[in-house]
């Protein structure tokens, strides 16, 4: 049974783009319908994000600068409707809180005891480490965005057969273990596209589509156990066979740092950058590159101009993109 969230969004912590709040709101809408949504600190600079707002019925909360404590009185407005739904909507079993200031953990508490999941999504540079541990499950907000990728056609339009397998294959990465149940795999993807019909694409059933696609494309396998019809991937989709040498590596690393900066990311964690290059090659090994520890694949990489290593006010290493 998908679960019902009320998803609550600081557009300061998550840049305020539009790619990466349609990526976080995809990734919500994989693990259930989102009932209710709200974004805080919404200005005229976010106005490219309108269509996604008005197309998933989000309220805004406005960002009105006025002295010092502008940032703890948005805190505290998401804390207050955090806790009226949690109270007054019975319906609401999930909460995705998308900021990653210790200032939430009384609130995670709260709605933890009252028996709702709690995800928090944060940037890595930012993310307080006991709000990630008080939360019942957190992503960095990295991992949700960076790299990702998104069928060509928009949520709109008609989807082409290519389409549809492309989505499947971003549901099943995102869920759970790489497999779902065919009912639960077409209930994300009309929840992600309504529009969404298996006869627009040519085929009579849903689970004669999957076999379709599974044959057509081999990115995931359809197999029937017992009375259930599961989706499952063959192997980690998107790789290219390429294998990373001593030669490539700062290529390879110049282009998911590139990736990162194209969706609003300055500073990240070392450790989303290095789970960012074992997702698209999990063979990868520092001394396969010649180095010794990931600390000394970055200080090759900053002396490659790609990078820069600052530390944060914890003395907590960051990867700053130029």
């Not at 993310?127 to 709109?156: D, H, I």
């Not at 944060?312 to 960051?318: K, S």
Request: charged share 25%; with cysteine.
């Amino acid at each position: 049974m998908a679960s019902h969230f009320a998803l609550f969004a600081d557009l300061e912590n998550c840049g305020g783009k539009k790619s990466v709040l349609s990526d976080v709101i995809e990734r919500v809408k994989i693990r259930g319908d989102i009932l209710i949504g709200k974004v805080y600190g919404y200005t005229d600079t976010y106005s490219d994000l309108k269509e996604t707002l008005l197309s998933n019925t989000f309220a805004v909360v406005p960002s009105l600068r006025y002295g010092k404590s502008q940032k703890n009185s948005m805190d505290i407005q998401l804390v207050i409707d955090a806790l009226e739904v949690a109270y007054t909507n019975p319906l609401i079993d999930s909460f995705c809180i998308v900021s990653g200031d210790s200032d939430y953990v009384p609130l995670v508490g709260k709605l933890k005891s009252m028996g709702k999941f709690v995800l928090g999504i944060s940037r890595s540079e930012v993310a307080s480490n006991v709000f990630m541990s008080a939360c019942s499950e957190f992503q960095f907000l990295e991992t949700v965005t960076a790299g990702k990728e998104r069928p060509a056609s928009p949520a709109g339009e008609a989807l082409t057969l290519r389409d549809v397998n492309e989505l499947i294959v971003a549901i099943l990465r995102d869920g759970d273990g790489g497999e779902m149940l065919a009912s639960e795999l077409k209930g994300a993807m009309l929840r992600l596209r309504p529009n969404f019909s298996e006869r627009s694409v040519g085929c009579s059933t849903f689970g004669k589509m999957l076999s379709r696609l599974a044959q057509q494309y081999g990115a995931f396998s359809a197999e029937n156990e017992g009375y259930n019809l599961v989706a499952r991937l063959n192997t980690p989709h998107g790789m290219e066979g390429e294998q990373m040498t001593r030669e490539n590596y700062p290529r390879i690393f110049g282009q998911i740092l590139r990736e990162y900066k194209e969706d609003g990311f300055d500073r990240v964690n070392p450790s989303i950058l290095k789970s960012a290059v074992q997702a698209k090659y999990p063979d990868f090994t520092e001394r396969q590159i010649g180095q010794r520890r990931f600390s000394d694949v970055l200080r090759a990489l900053e002396r490659e101009g790609l990078l820069r290593l600052v530390s944060d006010e914890g003395g907590n290493l960051l990867v700053d993109i130029p």
